[in-house]
């Protein structure tokens, strides 16, 4: 039952450095999500997938890029890191019938110095 | 735009106790889903209670139930016969029952159960 996976778990990287993290889902799920936590804001969506091929903006999708070339899997990318984006990632996934709940990975945590 | 507020960042309930957290939220529409999740210090989000605004009897799932007052959007989570486990991080999010499925969360409330 691997659900939604992230990789890696911990990075650190130093200004101006670019990164891609993964997130992987073996529930065939539809619907993918990427998020950032920061203390006292909760979780705000970056970008998020209604399928294949497809990605829309959310609530703060600058400096942030994506792609979800198959299914399974969902990619967020930081061209030119910023300490601002210090920070813990998650990323989600539903399905279908239940679009309504999301599954959540175990997250990232990001430190830029 | 749909907003979601967590008044109490912190709270704290003596094991075996029952505690109440807060949850409001603003949107114009109708047809809606609220939610309740725990993140544990090991940071994994995990899914407590959900409820659909359009049913009228209140969510419950063993010891946490909701208080789901539609018109005063008004959200509670009680947690009843507190756990040293149910020390964590709990977020409300609200989710529109028609588009792309997103969560709106709130800023959430950490708790503490105290032994």
């Known amino acids: 039952n691997a659900g939604v996976t992230q990789t890696p778990k911990f990075r650190v990287l130093k200004t101006g450095q670019s990164m891609t993290l993964l997130c992987a889902q073996d529930m065939n799920h539809e619907y993918m999500y990427w998020y950032r936590q920061d203390p006292g804001m909760g979780l705000r969506l970056i970008h998020y997938s209604v399928g294949e091929g497809t990605t829309a903006k959310g609530e703060v999708p600058d400096g942030y890029n994506v792609s979800r070339l198959k299914k399974q899997n969902f990619l967020l990318g930081l061209e030119s890191a910023a300490p601002s984006q210090t920070s813990v990632y998650f990323c989600?996934?539903?399905?279908?019938?239940?679009?309504?709940?999301?599954?959540f990975g175990a997250g990232t945590r990001l430190s830029v110095l | 735009a749909q907003t979601v507020t967590q008044s109490q960042p912190e709270m704290s309930v003596q094991e075996a106790e029952t505690v109440t957290l807060s949850c409001t939220y603003d949107?114009?529409?109708?047809?809606?889903?609220l939610f309740w999740y725990k993140q544990p210090p090991s940071r994994q989000m995990i899914l407590v209670i959900r409820?659909?605004?359009?049913?009228?009897q209140n969510a419950t799932e063993n010891r946490f139930s909701v208080n789901f007052q539609k018109a005063a959007k008004s959200f509670s989570l009680k947690i009843s016969d507190s756990q040293l486990g149910d020390t964590a991080m709990y977020f409300c999010?609200?989710?529109?029952?028609?588009?792309?499925?997103?969560?709106?969360f709130g800023t959430g409330t950490r708790l503490k159960v105290l032994a």
């Open positions: 989600a996934s539903s399905y279908g019938r239940a679009k309504n709940i999301q599954y």
């Open positions: 409820q659909e605004a359009y049913k009228q």
């Open positions: 949107t114009s529409e109708n047809n809606y889903y």
């Open positions: 999010a609200f989710m529109k029952h028609q588009g792309t499925y997103k969560y709106i």
